[in-house]
């Protein structure tokens, strides 16, 4: 049931908004900042500490997976409605570091990355019918 594990997503949520609004105040932009990025952060960093200790029944991590699923298309859809150009021309300089670093960090990280995990077999051939 996906009611499971609800209220640890809800609490992740005021988490995430809650530090999304301390970051704007902290950058001097009049938003909250990354507020639903922080709060997936904590989502993945709570459940799986739950799920290790044992503290998660199986219907709750059913349902944190469920809501897991569903977030990517609800922060797709939220960034959507934002408005790109007054973002650019009411704080330009921060918007574009920020774009900039959201795509070079990730593009710097593939290497790390690829040297963490252990080389598997090859997939098997595709059989044709």
Not at 24 to 33: E, F, K
Not at 51 to 65: R, T, Y
Not at 97 to 122: E, N, W
């Amino acid at each position: 049931m996906v009611v499971y594990g609800l209220a640890l997503l809800a609490g992740c949520m005021f988490l995430g908004l809650f530090c999304g609004d301390v970051l704007g105040v902290i950058t001097g932009v009049n938003s909250n900042v990354g507020g639903v990025g922080f709060a997936m952060l904590a989502l993945i960093l709570i459940s799986g500490k739950l799920m290790k200790e044992g503290k998660l029944s199986e219907k709750a991590q059913e349902g944190i997976s469920f809501w897991s699923a569903m977030y990517i298309p609800i922060v797709v859809a939220m960034t959507a409605c934002q408005d790109v150009a007054s973002a650019i021309t009411g704080g330009g300089v921060l918007a574009i570091i920020a774009g900039i670093v959201a795509v070079v960090i990730p593009l710097l990280l593939v290497p790390v990355l690829q040297k963490l995990g252990k080389p598997s077999d090859p997939l098997p051939p595709i059989e044709q019918d």
